[in-house]
């Protein structure tokens, strides 16, 4: 009886110590074809874009049905939601296309995609010079894209009945490095303010988020007070606002489509006035400066791969980027227009980016319009 | 000490038993009862916390006592995760969790006894061993996110496995091995040494001893710590995603090399959704987390209770 049990353990032990070993020595053949997914992929697009020459515009679903293959996406936190959704309803038409989502943040995705590692990357901004170096020094060449408008909005409890409308020089007030531990009171903004201390919430300095907000706000990027509730979950900056009258706070929009009632938006005057963050005003750039453009890069090799091709079209078809509104999304999108001309600049493979850094704020897309 | 300054006082109570006030023993007796009730409020402190957080996550995940929606249906199980709450489930992250914690096994417990055989009973008491030794216990304590940057260097890079099932294994893996040889080498420490002298005296080998005495009695220990170490692995995200683990993961693995995602990375992604309804469906995550964890607990004491020897 203990002699079978211990001749049992004893041999579980063994097979442990041996499937490791032939899963290695398997592994090991198996690690050329699949291992890295760059060169797989490539592997297999060579034969298949002999036998179905790239389509430009979405296949129809027979041809979508027959595609397979890999698609790996990294990068920013932001733009994940959109790029998530697209991946779920693409699966539906193309079941044996496998796109997986990953999130690194902007910065993170960049340095992924310019080592070659993923496919497309999504971004919060418009890639940095250096990041562009980085991807020179590899040899990645990419198509730069812009995919929809994202707002962000500053929100403050919906008890707070002195705030409708901030300048951004207001908002430089509070948050420049200089207010450090100096304006702690709402009367410090603005005369006729209440005397009510001033808690101030926001994203931590690795988001781009964060990025974006000090570079428009305070014209440098990352320059801001230190002494405020920082968190990189949005929930976190929510449920702080909704539970303090005296808090301000800032996130994307999307977070304020889908908790109507518990914080309220702020509208901003960027010099024209006051403007109310909604789907419009940030479509027609009038919600400035706090709207940005976000982009996914396409890695110039994955682009000749018919199941990135099929993907991408999909993604700026007018099936998908009628989504992108809805709440579940809760991105703004661009004009069908745009849309058209950047599913042009794809398929025309269109390589470098159109954005200069510093241009971030405030930044139209009239120039991916084309010529 | 409490034990020892009773034992002092019994036998002090012997000799001077006449002596002695008896108000200074019901003062003694009292302190003692102090103890014992403040060591009751620890535990039902302790335990009372840990039944309210799991009671919320129950509610929140099933809607049991305060009559909301039900999150942990068969959906949750056989769905892919998607943006709409009724329609999103765990099923990629569950694969990925068992896959990976098994590979993680039969890289990490192989591995980590052999070591711990090797350091209590080849291995000489020289300064490489010392050193060896010290190299382990600090690896022990090294955070998990070192182990995450370790595996994304030299497994996702340079053996260019990717971001597959294979790298996150193998990084969980060196993050447990450490664990389980010190608990190995506890429980091999324990095998009484005159059992390993009487086993030379009938004429055995070394690794005859190791093989038929040493192990055998001390299996139990072995399988426990390593279990223990294996749970600890299971709710590890900050190594997968430095290795690049993904979010969004719409299939299940089919071999080694694919992508893959964890419970505890779409937990953290969901609880950081706008939508309400994803903290729901989080809390379910929770539940299904709690469960695999408690179930390898429960073998852990069923191994130990069933190989454990006393003498």
């Known amino acids: ?371 | 000490m409490s034990a020892q300054e009773q034992l002092g006082v019994k036998a002090q109570t012997v000799e001077t038993n006449v002596d002695r006030g008896s108000g200074n023993l019901k003062w003694r007796h009292f302190k003692g009862k102090i103890l014992t009730v403040l060591g009751w409020f620890s535990i039902v402190f302790g335990l009372g916390m840990l039944l309210v957080l799991i009671l919320d996550v129950v509610n929140k995940a099933t809607g049991i006592f305060s009559g909301g929606t039900n999150w942990l249906t068969w959906e949750f199980f056989n769905n892919f995760d998607s943006r709409f709450p009724a329609r999103a489930g765990a099923k990629a992250a569950i694969y990925g969790t068992l896959y990976t914690i098994t590979l993680t096994i039969l890289f990490a417990f192989p591995l980590g006894v052999a070591a711990a055989i090797y350091l209590e009973e080849y291995a000489k008491d020289n300064w490489f061993t010392r050193l060896v030794e010290i190299n382990i216990s600090n690896l022990a304590a090294v955070p998990s996110i070192i182990y995450g940057l370790l595996g994304l260097q030299v497994f996702v890079r340079w053996f260019a496995f990717g971001r597959s099932i294979l790298a996150g294994a193998l990084t969980l893996a060196l993050l447990v091995v450490p664990i389980i040889i010190v608990a190995s080498r506890e429980s091999i420490r324990a095998v009484p040494s005159s059992l390993r002298q009487a086993s030379y005296a009938l004429g055995a080998t070394r690794w005859q001893t190791v093989w038929h005495v040493v192990l055998p009695q001390s299996i139990g220990g072995i399988l426990t710590g390593s279990i223990l170490a294996v749970s600890r692995a299971i709710g590890e995200t900050a190594p997968l995603i430095t290795i690049g683990a993904l979010t969004f993961v719409p299939f299940l693995p089919r071999n080694l090399f694919d992508v893959f995602t964890v419970l505890p990375i779409q937990i953290f992604n969901w609880t950081s959704r706008p939508n309400d309804d994803f903290r729901a469906l989080a809390a379910a995550g929770i539940l299904v987390l709690l469960t695999i964890l408690l179930t390898i607990n429960a073998l852990a004491i069923y191994l130990r209770n069933r190989y454990q020897k006393r003498y």
């Open chain 1, 1 to 371: 009886m203990v002699g079978n049990a211990k001749r049992w353990i004893y041999g579980l032990m063994l097979m442990a110590l041996l499937i490791p070993m032939i899963a290695a020595c398997g592994g090991q053949q198996q690690a050329q074809p699949t291992a890295t997914t760059a060169p797989a992929a490539q592997a297999t697009a060579a034969p298949a874009s002999t036998e179905a020459a790239p389509a430009p515009t979405t296949p129809p679903a027979s041809e979508l049905a027959s595609l397979r293959g890999d698609i790996l996406i990294d990068g920013s936190s932001t733009v994940f939601p959109v790029i998530a959704a697209a991946a779920e309803e693409f699966s539906a038409l193309a079941p044996n296309v496998r796109v997986s989502v990953g999130i690194s943040g902007t910065g993170g995705g960049f340095k992924k995609f310019c080592n070659g590692e993923t496919d497309i990357s999504n971004a919060s901004r418009p890639i940095r010079t250096s990041e562009l170096e980085a991807c020179k020094a590899n040899g990645i060449e990419f198509i730069e894209l812009p995919i929809a408008y994202d707002g962000l909005s500053v929100v403050v409890n919906p008890q707070n009945d002195w705030v409708t409308c901030l300048t951004v020089e207001e908002l430089k007030k509070m948050w420049e490095p200089d207010a450090q531990g100096v304006v702690t009171n709402w009367n410090q903004i603005r005369d006729g303010f209440p005397n009510r201390p001033l808690t101030l919430l926001g994203p931590g300095t690795d988001s781009g988020t964060f990025d974006y907000f000090t570079e428009a706000i305070m014209g440098k990027a990352k320059a801001s007070r230190g002494d405020f509730q920082a968190s990189e979950d949005d929930n976190v900056i929510l449920i702080g606002v909704a539970g303090d009258v005296n808090a301000l706070g800032y996130f994307g929009y999307a977070y304020v489509i889908e908790n109507q009632g518990r914080v309220k938006p702020v509208a901003i005057d960027g010099g024209k006035g006051c403007v109310e963050p909604s789907f419009e005003t940030i479509a027609n750039g009038t919600y400035t400066p706090l709207s940005r453009p976000l982009f996914i890069y396409v890695r110039k090799e994955a682009a000749e791969r018919p199941e990135v091709q099929a993907f991408v079209n999909y993604v700026f078809g007018e099936e998908f980027t009628a989504e992108i509104q809805t709440p579940e999304i809760g991105y703004v999108a661009l004009s069908k227009e745009l849309y058209a001309a950047i599913a042009k600049r794809f398929n025309d493979r269109v390589l470098g980016t159109l954005v200069k850094e510093g241009e971030e704020v405030g930044l139209t897309l009239d120039r991916y319009l084309g010529k």
